[in-house]
C-alpha cells in the first residue's frame, strides 16, 4: 500500500523539477514571457499536489 503513493510523490516532485526549469531556461533564453508565467503558475500548482501527497503519505503512513 506504500508504494503507490511514493511513485505518486516521485512523479509530482519530477514534474515540478522540469516545469521549474522549463520556466527558468525560457526566461533566461529571453523567450516568451508569458510562457515563462504560464509555467510558473503551473509549477505552484504542481507543488500544491506534490505538497499534498506528501501530507496524505505523513498522515495515513507515519508510524504510530
Known amino acids: 500500500m506504500n508504494q503507490p503513493i511514493n511513485i ?3 512523479v509530482a516532485l519530477g514534474v515540478v ?3 521549474l526549469f522549463a ?3 525560457n526566461m533566461f533564453r529571453g523567450g516568451n514571457p ?5 509555467l510558473m503558475r503551473a509549477r505552484v500548482i504542481a507543488q ?3 505538497i499534498i501527497l506528501l ?3 505523513a ?3 507515519a508510524p504510530r
Open 8 to 10: 505518486l510523490i516521485f
Open 17 to 19: 523539477t522540469l516545469i
Open 23 to 25: 520556466g527558468l531556461f
Open 34 to 38: 508569458n510562457l515563462s508565467q504560464k
Open 48 to 50: 500544491f499536489v506534490a
Open 55 to 57: 501530507m496524505v503519505a
Open 59 to 61: 498522515f495515513f503512513f
